[in-house]
């Protein structure tokens, strides 16, 4: 069994550029990833590139089958500490922003070996009302 692995700060902060790439992506997650964007998938680490994965297929799976049509952001360890382990992403503390206001948020998200398809994702609306903007700081929630 894989021990579970906690991105470090600063190894999300060096990714920061890479991710900056896939910026097309995080405007239209619902569309699948061209050959230009699979590279530039592939050019970021493999937890990394799980995380985004992750992240935009659950973007794109709220946006279609809740009232919250706008995501366009998501927060792992928002409220409590998510857990990453082989190739799935558990976290009951996340978050998600919709219309510039942040709902709680937990999910489950299995990834192929590649890490470049979501296999299984569930997740959960934790409340359908807004985190008081107040909180925003503490859980580092930004506009």
Not at 20 to 25: C, E, I
Not at 74 to 84: K, P, Q
Not at 100 to 126: A, I, M, N, Q
């Amino acid at each position: 069994m894989t021990k579970a692995l906690i991105p470090r700060a600063g190894a999300m902060r060096r990714s920061a550029a890479a991710i900056g790439l896939l910026a097309p992506l995080l405007v239209t997650p619902a569309h699948a990833l061209s050959a230009r964007e699979t590279a530039e998938m592939k050019q970021l680490a493999p937890i990394d590139r799980m995380i985004q994965v992750c992240f935009l297929k659950l973007e794109a799976r709220i946006a279609s089958e809740t009232t919250f049509r706008r995501v366009d952001r998501v927060v792992l360890d928002a409220f409590s500490r998510g857990r990453i382990a082989d190739r799935t992403v558990k976290a009951s503390g996340a978050a998600f922003r919709n219309k510039g206001e942040w709902f709680k948020l937990r999910f489950r998200c299995s990834v192929t070996p590649d890490r470049l398809h979501v296999e299984t994702l569930r997740y959960e609306l934790v409340s359908t009302t807004p985190v008081a903007h107040g909180e925003w700081e503490a859980h580092r929630l930004f506009p």
